[in-house]
């Protein structure tokens, strides 16, 4: 095999990895400052497209997480990179929270229920039967179908809760439609972000609690890929799927000595 050229960027996933349930994983305060001061571009990524790039600058810090603002990247704002893109000054009819609809407002979107371009999927804790009916109704129109991210279910303090993914597939069976999904594992996510920061796939490595997106993602991206055990993914689970990751560590705390 060969040899992989040293890490110049770093990209981590931030629910299970950086925090877990709400709380600051061990180390990832000085994972995060040694990023800093090296001078190495990084990003912190999330599926979750509920917050904007501010909203979670803010939970971050008041965890004692310092990340500046230009180092988030979510599903919500690759999403809205993505159809800024595809269709520039299009039209979507939203189900999601503040940070995907500002995402879309950043990029010219109108917001619309009327004959819109694109149905847009997102995270939000207050999915209602007359949102996903008229979704259901305005795709079978004509509207394309995109989803943030395909997770099946999202963490929390009281156990696991139903995601985009699961609430898509309700959607794919209503409608015989299958959604573009924009977030991990898809590896456009990935190399947006890169190209934000100016990142190289070659010289760039992911860091994930997860195989199936975070892991997945980064190799299909062609990164080197890191799995630490704090988050979804237990030990046990990696041999299950027909991939691995470049690493296996405990922590966040354990790959600070290789920025």
């Known amino acids: 095999m060969a040899e992989r050229k040293p890490i110049e960027s770093w990209l981590t996933d931030m629910d299970g990895v950086l925090i877990h349930e709400g709380v600051p994983v061990p180390g990832a305060d000085r994972f995060l400052a040694r990023l800093r001061d090296s001078g190495k571009p990084f990003l912190v990524l999330t599926n979750n497209s509920i917050y904007t790039r501010r909203d979670l600058q803010a939970r971050l810090a008041r965890m004692g997480l310092d990340v500046p603002l230009e180092s988030i990247w979510t599903s919500a704002l690759a999403t809205a990179q993505f159809l800024d893109i595809q269709r520039p000054g299009g039209s979507a009819y939203v189900i999601g929270e503040a940070g995907l609809t500002t995402a879309l407002h950043d990029v010219g979107y109108v917001l619309s229920d009327v004959t819109p371009d694109y149905v847009v999927l997102g995270e939000t804790r207050t999915y209602s039967f007359e949102a996903l009916t008229k979704a259901i109704r305005l795709i079978n129109a004509g509207a394309r179908f995109i989803a943030t991210n395909p997770d099946h279910t999202g963490p929390s303090t009281e156990g696991a809760l139903p995601a985009t993914g699961s609430v898509a597939a309700l959607i794919t069976k209503a409608?015989?439609?299958?959604?573009?999904?924009?977030?991990?594992?898809?590896?456009?996510?990935?190399?947006?972000?890169?190209?934000?920061?100016?990142?190289h796939s070659e010289t760039s490595a992911m860091v994930g609690d997860r195989m199936d997106t975070d892991v997945l993602a980064g190799l299909e991206a062609g990164m080197e890929t890191f799995l630490v055990l704090t988050g979804l993914t237990a030990a046990e689970d990696i041999d299950r799927f027909p991939f691995r990751p470049s690493a296996v560590v405990s922590s966040i705390a354990d790959l600070i000595d290789k920025i």
Request: glycine residues 20%; proline residues 12%.
């Open 175 to 199: 409608t015989g439609r299958d959604p573009y999904f924009v977030g991990k594992p898809n590896p456009l996510m990935m190399r947006t972000g890169l190209n934000l920061i100016g990142g």
